[in-house]
């Protein structure tokens, strides 16, 4: 016979490994176009993700680049470091992007899609996403705070 299971209490559960990763022109946050993404800087917005992760006792990693190939990359480091959760703004890559949707699916870790403007109410090319049918979820028009909701949904999942 097995001995039961203890509940996992709140000192031996699992760390928490997150990894944010911002897409192409996410670095100009703040300067580009703010009437569509806002006047909050990217640095700004890390800095404050930073934040809930640490009360949470969550270990959070950044990462940004204009380059589509350093994204994979970086999914592909991600599998190794056993991150457990993503969260993704592939900026301008949702639209055209299968290399970056097909590194996220080898790779089988957990990812929220995360935009700042509603791309279901731009331009019609804005309108598909190739994350969308692999993301556990998709949160966009509400700027930075959406970066917030996806972080304290990978927290707290349940």
């Known amino acids: 016979m097995s001995k039961p299971r203890r509940a996992l209490g709140p000192r031996s559960r699992i760390p928490r490994r997150i990894l944010i990763i911002h897409g192409p022109n996410l670095d100009m946050l703040g300067t580009r176009e703010p009437g569509i993404y806002g006047k909050e800087s990217l640095a700004s917005i890390n800095e404050r993700l930073g934040r809930i992760a640490k009360r949470e006792s969550a270990g959070l990693e950044t990462f940004q680049s ?76 509400l700027g930075g705070r959406a970066y917030e909701f996806a972080l304290q949904f990978t927290l707290h999942p349940n």
């Open 66 to 141: 204009n380059h589509e190939g350093a994204l994979i990359e970086r999914v592909h480091r991600a599998k190794k470091q056993r991150i457990s959760w993503i969260i993704l703004n592939p900026g301008g890559l949702t639209h055209t992007s299968v290399a970056l949707r097909d590194a996220l699916a080898a790779v089988a870790i957990p990812f929220l899609e995360v935009h700042l403007s509603n791309i279901y109410s731009r331009e019609p090319f804005r309108r598909h996403s190739y994350f969308s049918g692999l993301a556990v979820g998709t949160i966009c028009g």
